[in-house]
Nanobody, 114 residues
């Protein structure tokens, strides 16, 4: 099982980034997929989730209206489009799969700074 995140980097406040998570080794379409983040000195927190059936989405209040989660079951990928980024969005972002089993990616760093 592998979850590999990509797309992180350094961006100025107000900018955009698109994170992608490539999944392999399990039945991706049957799993709810999420993005979490962890800032230095803080607990890991849920950012966004997209369900396996129906593709319903839910977001943390802090990112509503700015972030969009999407999935492509044909490509086994889940993306996080992040717009209007703020310094407080700086964190390591993790991909997470949950159903019968739970899997984590190793994370990608996002830094929002001028």
């Amino acid at each position: 099982v592998r979850l590999v995140e990509s797309g992180g980097g350094l961006v100025q406040p107000g900018g955009s980034l698109r994170l992608s998570c490539a999944a392999s080794g399990f039945t991706f379409s049957g799993y709810d997929m999420s993005w979490y983040r962890q800032a230095p000195g803080k607990e890991r927190e849920l950012v966004a989730v997209i369900t396996s059936i129906g593709g319903s989405t839910n977001y943390a209040d802090s990112v509503k209206g700015r972030f969009t989660i999407s999935r492509d079951n044909a490509k086994n990928t889940v993306d996080l489009q992040m717009n209007s980024l703020k310094p407080e969005d700086t964190a390591v972002y993790y991909c997470y799969a949950r159903r019968l089993y739970r899997y984590w990616g190793s994370g990608t760093q996002v830094t929002v700074s001028s």
